[in-house]
């Protein structure tokens, strides 16, 4: 016999009388252990039986010529086995289990894909410690919520770079979120347009029921062969849901220059017409991020947005126990109509 944890177990061990094994036990008929309290119903019968017994032999017998022998005491033992036998069967009645449930969950997933600018605009340190570094934390925390969703990366400045497929290794995503710098990519500017049209290229063979597009970026389209405008009514001809985030504040904004790390000022201008617009016609929304808290509130509003429905199946692997104790009780009955049927009971208790 195997038990629930794969090691076996023979039914003659002395395992299945261990404390700790009733304990991992479920009953499926625990009424049954209401039998027991016959045993001692039984023991107290049978003394009483005995002490009669014995009051009718002072009678025949003079109570001087009554001797006591240790020997004697044998003719307990096969009682004893037969309450053993007893316990056993009502042990067997209550059904011992042990019962492994498994969930399977599963969902239909959504494919996302994330479009992160890194200018030199990104650099600006109205968020901690930056834009950029900003914007990766979030994304990743984003990812670590997701369940079975395919997610694919898309970087851009003066051009757009798909740095990840769709995937749902979110291991190998987050070790391409961290390797984001702005060297990536030589080109200076912001390619929105191109960035869009990236991501749609990546999702247009998708058969997923549910594409999203999430664009974050803190400037306006300066670069790139294609207009954003364009690029977000071809992503919404696939049926591609865009989301769009301006990351920072207009005017002026801090930025650490020079080998010792000075803070100047420099102004930044944000296009968010544009932006609004891209949401828009991607069905999706527009969302302004002016510090880190802002910013992580928008991608927590966007993971509640696009959460599929989480599926499970549960199955319950039971295995009953109840044939051990029954083995043992045939055993112990065995042994008690051996005893009962040998002449040296027979003698003990004569």
């Known amino acids: 016999m195997t038990d629930n944890f794969g090691s076996p177990d023979h039914w003659f061990s002395l395992k299945w009388f261990m404390p700790a094994t009733f304990g991992n036990f479920s009953w499926e008929y625990p009424i049954f252990f209401y039998l027991l309290l016959l045993i001692p119903l039984l023991i107290i019968l049978r003394a009483l039986w005995l002490l009669g017994k014995k009051q009718k032999l002072v009678i025949a017998l003079p109570e001087s010529e009554l001797t006591s022998h240790w020997s004697s ?13 007893f316990a056993l069967i ?20 959504i494919d996302i894909m994330l479009a992160i600018d890194i200018s030199e605009s990104m650099q600006l340190q109205d968020f901690k410690p930056n834009r950029l570094e900003a914007a990766k934390k979030v994304a990743k925390d984003f990812i670590e919520g997701r369940f079975q969703d ?56 998708s058969e997923s029921k549910s594409k999203v597009v999430i664009l974050l970026s803190d400037g306006e389209n300066t670069a790139g062969n294609i207009d954003p405008i364009t690029s977000a009514k071809l992503a919404s001809a696939y ?18 220059v020079g ?45 509640r947005y696009e959460k599929a429905e989480i599926k499970e199946t549960r199955f319950k692997d039971t295995t009953d126990y109840y044939s051990v104790y ?11 109509l051996a005893l009962k049927s040998t002449f040296m009971v027979n003698v003990l208790q004569d």
């Open 326 to 336: 029954l083995r043992w009780a045939v055993l112990f009955f065995l042994i008690w």
């Open 239 to 256: 049926n591609i849901k865009i989301y769009t985030i301006a990351i920072g504040r207009e005017g002026k904004v801090p930025v650490s």
């Open 90 to 109: 009502v042990i067997a009645l209550a059904r011992p289990q042990k019962t492994n449930e498994k969930v399977e969950q599963w969902t239909e997933g």
């Open 259 to 303: 080998p010792f790390g000075q803070t100047r000022y420099v102004e930044n201008n944000l296009d968010e017409t544009t932006l609004r617009e891209i949401a828009r016609l991607g069905n999706g929304d527009f969302f302004r991020a002016s510090n880190n808290q802002t910013l992580e509130e928008i991608f927590k509003i966007i993971d």
């Open 150 to 205: 395919r997610i694919g990366l898309v970087i851009f400045s003066g051009e757009a770079f798909s740095l990840s497929p769709l995937t749902t290794d979110y291991e190998l995503l987050n070790t391409f979120i961290n390797d984001i710098d702005f060297d990536k990519i030589e080109s200076r500017g912001t390619a929105i347009g191109s960035a869009l049209a990236v991501a749609t290229n990546r999702m247009n063979e």
């Open 73 to 85: 005491y044998f003719r307990f033992i096969p009682p004893v086995f037969f309450a053993a036998m």
